[in-house]
């Protein structure tokens, strides 16, 4: 018996002693006042130096979990005691699926509405986009002649053999999909994926970028991406080569528009610094946090008065997609099953 | 196994004839029977299965409530693809590790050629590294855009891909080689230690009665290494079983896709939970087999009663045969991506040097040595106990205590989070309604919870080694021992623990290197601004930006060394 006691007590003590190091700093954390607890699946180093200038701003510390996975169940779990105050999300689904899930609080619009236009804001004002994207179509300069494509055009008989995209599943693509059920109804997308599919030049895999990568290389003629990584790849050294053989390419320029997703961020039910976080968001939604997002991640800022960057302007305007998020939003299931039934990347 | 409790066995057994008389008393019996195998078996056992058990069971119950709806969909489409998928991938691992592991630990165990005191520790090296990260850095050497296939195209002047064949990397051959290249290790380390713990007078004799060094392998050693060798190969198995990143890069979907899929695509974690229990059972019948295997095949080894070793001096093309092997492995598993990475790290070093890796790299460290020591206890506990009671109790616990292992390591995570979430409101409200001011999150808020799920993940690989371990060691050595009043601790500490000290030492190795490079758990559990290694690649990694990950993947394989070396020598030294 001995022994086992001898045990217990060695890994208890091991335990506790981690847990006790780790309990001083939240007891630290939740004694200062002045911060903001923000639960991110962005990555750390692409919000990081905007969260800088929010402290540098108003002297409020910026603290910050990242994570693709699990957070919503992380938050939901942790219940009344969470410490979260904002979420930052990579795209709109999250933002509706925090909602839906009773996670997020409505908070003051009033500062952001001149800010960002209202079919970026929740009705109920329980969330608020911050930036936006287009789902281009990257095209071989050296094979693709025609500058007008629209979604639907990838599914045709002259594009067998020629397409690069990532999972089907991924985000990206299921918003675009999702966008097409809500124009063209399930029976339609589902012949057009198939299409798709048919047409792909290997399976799905890899990131939006390492498909500029394939059309580089020959494999393929067109892929999609969202129109940031052509900025991203243009200024980093080794992949402008990549960027350079492509074309950037705004579909459905002639009908309804190019589809648009958005990140955003909402605050959590039970934010425990509130007023820092609603300051954190209306900063986001400022113009100066919106020139960051342009210049440092090639986005489309959500506020009207900020200019896209430089390079980014280069690429044109374009027509967006005019379809309310809510209304792709509310097909994205179906998207995920029309997915798994033309079996896109197996 | 013989039980060496007598003393408390014949003190209960006058009741139970008196019961067994009566056939109406059966059901009864037997309930007594379950309660007294029960109460005979150690609590601290059930105690310490039970608490790793836990997120099993709120897997389970989770995958009761849901309804379920997105399983059919997934069972109606995708599933069989999945699962062909997922058996052919684990199959194509095991035969590579068994070809790579078993000959390297032999030859390593037993022979003596060109540099294999430089083989001996750095053939472990390739464990340090996250297989996402070697399948990163061959994707990079390798696919169509690659460096190999450029160089191959210029030389020979095709334009396209139709003009000639090329090994497709992105496969599920593709994934078997990264994981096997990754995780050899597991079965070359349990079973070089289950070799060089052979009692070398049983080589000694095979050879004396005219058996060659091959037959003698294959008739003395190896079935004596069997324990081991299904130990490594079980881990190996239920590591590829969890692994997502690697599969998920090489656009191999298998059942951690379907896992994944319910869950986040579907927002069914209940589906998921469902999916994860399955892979679980599958795991359990793969263990059960094994046991039931091992069982009449009582491997047990006298104590090494001699000094004698076992060395195959190798001369001439053996020689170089051996050295070319044990070279080719290390160079495809680990020089060749480390070169990799660190030319990365050097051309990108002004971006990526950051003050706060050393940082990083202690918070790793910290929390891997404590899992290392906590599960090695904790392992050491249960398999001492199994010994001492052999017990369907006992094993069960132990078995149960396994299974962790083979549940995707974000699902997983999810396991832990929710019992500790749960103990925190309940601690919170306690304080809240005691008039104090609430505590805040210090169970699932803190290294705590990242510590916790490690020990549920990787103490399957201490009670697997420890087990095989175990195993080997005679059972007329407990007898011999109780004969002369020994207590049970001393005999743990005294007799076995010497005898199994190679192999615990190699657990605890596997478990530091390996909760060195865990990312799942690190990533959703950590407290704000909290950043170990493994998490800090996988920012830049999750954006396939390898070059900007190189520093910190390398830093990974470094701070692995430190203990590696050390424990290496002290195998080798006794």
């Known amino acids: 018996m001995k022994k086992t006691l001898v045990f217990s007590i060695v890994a208890l003590s091991a335990s506790l002693l981690t847990g006790c190091f780790g309990a001083k700093e939240t007891e630290q954390t939740a004694a200062e006042p002045q911060i903001v607890n923000v639960y991110s699946f962005r990555q750390d180093f692409l919000i990081q130096p905007i969260l800088d200038k929010f402290t540098e701003e108003t002297g409020i510390t910026t603290k910050v979990i990242f994570a693709k996975k699990g957070l919503i169940e992380r938050i939901e779990r942790e219940g009344k005691y969470s410490p979260a105050d904002v979420v930052l999300t990579s795209d709109f689904n999250k933002l509706l699926q925090l909602k839906s899930e009773g996670l997020t609080q409505t908070f003051d619009m009033s500062v952001i509405e001149s800010d960002v236009p209202a079919k970026y804001r929740d009705e109920q004002g329980h969330w608020t986009a911050l930036t936006k994207r287009a789902r281009n179509i990257y095209a071989s300069k050296q094979n693709v002649t025609d500058q007008d494509i629209n979604y639907e055009d990838l599914a045709s008989e002259s594009f067998k053999g020629k397409i690069c995209t990532r999972s089907g599943k991924h985000p990206y ?74 074309n950037i390419l705004f579909p459905n320029q002639s009908n309804r528009g190019s589809h648009i997703n958005v990140s955003g961020a909402v605050i959590a039910k039970y934010s425990p610094n509130k007023a820092n976080g609603e300051k954190l968001i209306a900063f986001l939604a400022s113009e100066k946090a919106q020139q960051a997002y342009a210049s440092l991640n090639m986005e489309y800022p959500v506020n009207p008065s900020v200019q896209p960057s430089e390079l980014v302007a280069s690429w044109g305007e374009f027509k967006e997609d005019d379809i309310p998020l809510t209304e792709v939003a509310k097909h994205r299931t179906t998207a995920l099953k029309l997915v798994d039934e033309v079996k896109y990347d197996l | ?91 194509f691992v095991a035969v590579l590790v068994l070809c790579i592991g078993v000959p390297l630990a032999w030859l390593l165990a037993n022979c003596e050629f060109a540099g294999k005191r430089f083989f001996n520790w750095a053939l472990v090296l390739p464990l340090a590294m996250p297989a996402y990260i070697v399948a990163y850095t061959y994707t990079d050497l390798l696919d169509y855009a690659g460096p190999v296939q450029v160089g191959l195209r210029q030389w020979f002047g095709w334009t396209s891909p139709q003009d000639y064949w090329f090994f497709e990397i992105r496969s599920i051959g593709g994934a078997a080689v990264m994981l096997a290249l990754v995780l050899y290790p597991y079965v070359y380390l349990m079973t070089r230690a289950s070799f060089l713990e052979q009692n070398a007078n049983l080589t000694q004799a095979a050879r004396m009665l005219g058996a060659s060094p091959v037959k003698s392998f294959f008739k003395v050693s190896l079935p004596l290494a069997r324990a081991a060798i299904f130990a490594g190969t079980a881990l190996v198995l239920m590591e590829t079983i969890a692994d997502f990143a690697t599969v998920n890069y090489f656009a191999v979907s298998t059942l951690t896709t379907a896992v994944y899929d ?100 202690k918070n790793s460290f910290v929390i ?44 997983l995570a999810i396991g832990v989070l929710i019992p500790l979430t749960f103990l925190d409101n309940w601690v919170n409200d306690l304080m809240v309604y005691a008039g104090y001011s609430p505590l805040g999150l210090v169970f699932s808020g803190t290294v705590f919870a990242i510590i916790c799920t490690h020990l549920v993940r990787f103490t399957a690989i201490a009670n697997k080694s420890l087990e095989a371990s175990y195993q080997k060691i005679s059972p007329s050595l407990d007898m011999a021992a109780k004969t002369l009043g020994t207590s049970e601790r001393k005999l743990m500490w005294r007799i076995h ?29 950590r407290p704000f ?29 470094l701070v692995g060394l430190v203990p590696l070396i050390f424990i290496n020598r002290s195998i080798d030294h006794q």
């Open chain 2, 262 to 361: 319910t869950w986040l695509g579907h927002y069914d974690l209940a589906s998921a939970a469902k999916l994860s229990c399955l892979m679980v059972l599958g795991v359990l019948s793969l263990l059960m087999l094994e046991h039931a295997q091992n069982r009449n095949k009582g491997t047990s080894n006298d104590a090494k009663s001699s000094v004698l070793e076992i060395n195959y001096r190798l001369t001439g093309w053996k020689n170089w045969a051996a050295f070319s092997f044990c070279g080719l492995v290390l160079l495809l598993a680990f020089l060749i991506p480390a070169l990799q990475l660190a030319l990365y790290a050097v051309n990108y070093f002004d971006q990526i040097w950051s003050s706060e890796l050393a940082t990083f790299a």
């Open chain 1, 173 to 246: 693509n299921l918003g675009l999909i999702a966008s097409m059920v809500a124009h063209k109804g399930e029976a339609e997308t589902k012949a057009w994926l198939q299409g798709v599919k048919d047409n792909l030049a290997r399976k799905p895999q890899g990131n939006d970028r390492a498909q500029v990568k394939a059309i580089k290389e020959g494999l393929c003629d067109v892929s999609l991406g969202n129109s940031y990584y052509f900025g991203k790849m243009l200024t980093n050294p080794e992949q402008k080569p990549w960027a350079d053989a492509v």
């Open chain 2, 497 to 525: 623990l010497p005898l199994i000290k190679r192999s615990g030492l190699v657990a605890a190795l596997l478990i530091f290197v390996e909760s060195m490079k865990e990312l799942p758990a690190a990533l959703l559990l």
């Open chain 2, 368 to 411: 891997a040595v404590i899992t290392a020591f906590v599960a090695f206890s904790l392992a050491l506990l249960l398999s001492h106990n199994q010994r001492m009671k052999s017990h369907a109790w006992q094993s069960g616990s132990l078995k149960l205590a396994s299974t962790g292992y083979a549940i995707p390591g974000t699902v």
């Open chain 2, 1 to 91: 196994m013989p039980d060496l409790a007598l003393g408390k066995h014949s003190a209960e057994s006058p009741n139970s004839p008196a019961i067994v008389k009566s056939k109406s008393f059966n059901s009864i019996y037997s309930v007594k029977a379950f309660l007294r195998s029960f109460k005979q078996a150690k609590l601290s056992s059930l105690l310490v299965a039970t608490i790793m058990a836990t997120p099993l069971f709120v897997l389970a119950l989770l995958a009761m409530i849901g309804d379920g709806e997105s399983f059919q969909h997934i069972k109606q489409t995708v599933l069989a693809d999945y699962i062909i998928n997922t058996v052919l991938l684990t199959f």
């Open chain 2, 529 to 557: 601004d909290f950043h170990t290694l493994p998490t800090y690649v996988f920012q830049f990694a999750s954006d396939e930006q390898l070059e900007l990950a190189s520093l910190g993947a390398i830093m990974i394989v």
